[in-house]
């Protein structure tokens, strides 16, 4: 982790032996939410503004919640005798209430724009893959200035009339891209993440920033901190 730290704030030396690391692992998958960008005051914002209008409050939301899983996922942890009319209820408030929140409080890492921009000098191809819906994943895209700093952004629900599990949507981007397992890298916060880069048969990669507990993270080929 060290090595990486210092690659991506610039040390030469340190760019070198990264790129003689990674030379045969040069394509990258990270998660979003947690990982690239602190997104979780916004969705937070949105999720308890949702469950008011539709009158169901959680009253151990604080402790319940966790920025990461899908929304049918989060529904089910919050409220464990969930139906699914309840889950479609959430979607249907919560989507214009975070797509239409112009995401304020949400921000890259301070270190994160310098690290993906030192991958990317030493040839690395960097993707996106995430359980963000993919429009406001494209807004996020805009307003952050990222059209191309990444060559692709996969979100579950960009196929039409599929919903795709993280795991099942790096698959396709590397059939899509022709991208061989051992040639990737998963990097992510959560136990989601790291599982799904496994069933791509990436290294995977966790790293302590996000929002995932420490303990998630123990099945991760390495771990990266702050």
Not at 104 to 121: D, F, I, K, S, V
Request: aromatic share 10%.
């Amino acid at each position: 982790y060290a090595l990486a730290c210092k690659a991506m704030q610039g040390d030469a030396e340190a760019l070198g032996a990264l790129k003689t690391r990674l030379q045969s692992r040069a394509i990258i998958a990270c998660d979003f939410d947690g990982t690239l960008c602190d997104t979780e005051a916004d969705i937070k914002a949105a999720w308890r503004e949702a469950l008011r209008q539709l009158g169901r409050p959680c009253p151990d939301f604080d402790r319940l919640y966790t920025t990461g899983p899908t929304l049918d996922a989060i529904v089910k942890r919050l409220f464990p005798d969930a139906t699914p009319e309840l889950v479609e209820q959430v979607r249907a408030l919560f989507a214009p209430l975070y797509d239409q929140s112009g995401f304020p409080q949400t921000r890259p890492y301070p270190w994160m724009l310098t690290r993906l921009n030192a991958l990317r000098a030493e040839g690395c191809r960097l993707y996106v893959a995430t359980n963000k819906r993919y429009r406001p994943l494209e807004a996020l895209r805009a307003r952050l200035g990222w059209e191309t700093l990444f060559d692709g952004w996969y979100a579950f629900d960009m196929y039409p009339g599929e919903r795709l599990t993280k795991g099942e949507l790096l698959v396709r981007a590397m059939r899509e891209h022709g991208i061989a397992p051992e040639d990737g890298v998963m990097v992510g916060d959560t136990g989601g993440d790291i599982a799904a880069g496994k069933t791509a048969g990436l290294y995977t990669i966790g790293c302590t920033w996000g929002y995932g507990r420490a303990e998630e993270l123990n099945d991760a080929d390495e771990i990266w901190n702050t």
